[in-house]
């Protein structure tokens, strides 16, 4: 059968009929490929796999970071309409006694902010600071006949555990804002590590014996004149599945972090939902100041009793009225912009479950044959069905891989690394889902904004040991087809030859 008029190709040049070559890759037959073309199509095969599995890995992060973006926004936006809601509630309902707590406040939400974005804070002793701070303030604000120092709001702070000044609502509070927002960064955590994990998999390179068989399956029925035969559905898997196997050993660990994702997303809805926790502040801590001023008397003679009377004030001023509660009520249910969000997020979590063993058929799908050419298919030998069995998921169901020599006792560190990564991030969520605080800043040393691509270093909001995501879509490369354009024809074989010609002359230009 001959093939197309010599084109020239790096120092070969390819004569105008098929020749018997001793090929190292594709069968030995007449072919229309030489030992140069065949090493310039390995190249190309490499560079080809290892971009199609980037580029499905930058799919699945453009969706991480698209979730990641949503809720961080989202949770932003609560815990500032939180605080606006509190400074003008409180301006309208207690007037004067406002300014003189304001700062207490502030340092509130700062504190939470701070924590939500990653920043070293025991959001447990922030809160109880919130308390105390809040009591000094108000002692002596409600006490404007007594001059009082530091040393006496000492003896009063120790006071306040066994005589409660503000009811049972810092208990109660504590315990649904830590869960909210320990469950808030816990999640927006487990999707930058989820991020981190996916594109170092992505990253990890191919053997040699993979690109022999990519080659083989890919650009081999060029050599051998049969362009138009597209490889046999199991025959591609098979490549695939020997191919991925090192990633594909990521499933399980992958699945339980979605899972356990999932259960983080639930406690965002359940019992309480985060919107109403975080928006019902200014109403709580309102009834709390209020249960003061209501129990004042009493709240001042144990104290007096414990701590004796303090000195009266030589310039006494007048006494604060006492406030009204002006925060609007909140719904304990989400929020219908909650209620989407969480929705969403769930979807993807569920939705990416099966990445890793689902890849080799996603990279099939435009490769292989259809049903109704499981006879005329590249079988990687000829154009014939192919008949060994397809092989099961990860490294030790490839000892028997008929298309890819794998050494199961030699796995990639690189995914053995995001195994154990992903099993210590598995264990500080399901800690942290009872709303145990949970440190993730040493939970991979390997975790950084350093070279991640994740998030411009500027504008990381995290702690710089925990890399945010970069929220904007990342950028596509585009990566040739490996559907040639060729003729399908039986008719005129020798045109698979030219396409195969000119496909090496564009290699070999652009290796220049």
């Not at 190249?43 to 699945?60: D, I, P």
């Not at 030699?410 to 990564?421: A, S």
């Not at 950028?475 to 490996?482: G, R, T």
Request: glycine share 6%; proline share 5%.
């Amino acid at each position: 059968m001959s093939c197309a008029a010599g084109v020239s190709l790096s120092l070969s040049v390819l004569g105008s009929k098929k020749r018997r070559e001793h090929l190292r890759v594709c069968p030995q037959s007449y072919t229309c490929c030489t030992t140069g073309m065949e090493e310039n199509l390995l190249n190309l095969s490499r560079r080809e796999f290892e971009t199609q599995v980037k580029e499905s890995g930058r799919t699945l992060q453009a969706s991480i970071s698209g979730q990641y973006k949503s809720f961080d926004d989202y949770f932003l936006q609560l815990l500032n309409r939180s605080e606006a809601s509190l400074q003008s509630s409180f301006q309208t309902g207690f007037g004067p006694l406002f300014s003189q707590v304001a700062k207490v406040f502030q340092d509130l939400y700062s504190d939470l902010r701070r924590y939500y974005r990653g920043t070293k804070v025991n959001l447990e002793e922030a809160l109880n600071e919130f308390w105390a701070h809040l009591l000094e303030r108000l002692f002596k604000a409600l006490n404007p006949q007594y001059s009082i120092g530091e040393e006496y709001l000492e003896c009063v702070a120790k006071q306040s555990e066994t005589l409660k000044p503000f009811g049972d609502t810092p208990k109660e509070l504590k315990i649904k804002v830590m869960r909210t927002v320990i469950a808030a960064r816990t999640f927006l955590q487990g999707l930058v590590i989820s991020g981190e994990a996916l594109r170092k998999v992505s990253q990890v390179s191919l053997s040699t014996e993979c690109v022999r068989s990519v080659m083989k399956m890919t650009y081999c029925p060029h050599c051998n004149g049969v362009a138009f035969a597209k490889p046999c559905s199991n025959y591609c898997k098979n490549v695939m599945k020997g191919c991925l196997a090192n990633q594909a050993d990521l499933d399980s660990e992958w699945r339980n972090l979605a899972d356990t994702m999932l259960q983080v997303v639930d406690k965002m809805s359940r019992p309480y939902s985060a919107d109403s926790v975080i928006l019902s502040l200014p109403k709580r801590v309102a009834e709390a100041i209020l249960y003061m001023q209501d129990n004042l008397n009493t709240f001042n003679n144990k104290v007096f009793q414990a701590c004796g009377s303090p000195v009266l004030s030589s310039t006494p001023e007048d006494q604060i009225k006492r406030g009204r509660n002006a925060a609007e009520e909140v719904s304990s249910t989400p929020g219908f912009q909650l209620e989407k969000l969480l929705s969403d997020m769930s979807r993807m979590l569920r939705d990416v479950m099966q990445y890793w063993i689902l890849l080799p058929s996603k990279l099939c799908a435009d490769r292989e044959s259809g049903p109704s050419e499981v006879d005329t298919c590249w079988n990687g030998i000829s154009v014939n069905r192919y008949l060994p069995e397809v092989m099961g998921d990860g490294l030790a169901n490839q000892i028997n891989n008929p298309e890819v020599e794998i050494d199961i006792t030699k796995p990639d560190m690189t995914v053995r690394q995001q195994i154990m990564q992903l099993k210590i991030v598995i264990n500080r969520l399901k800690y942290a889902i009872n709303g145990n605080d949970v440190d993730f800043q040493d939970a991979s040393d390997d975790i950084s904004g350093s070279g991640s691509g994740m998030c411009p270093e500027d504008q990381c909001p995290h702690n710089p040991r925990l890399a945010a995501p970069n929220t904007d879509r990342p950028k596509v490369y585009a990566y040739p087809s490996e559907n040639k354009k060729v003729a399908n024809g039986r008719s005129s074989q020798n045109l698979p030859c030219i396409s195969l010609y000119l496909l090496s002359l564009v290699t070999v230009l652009l290796r220049r």
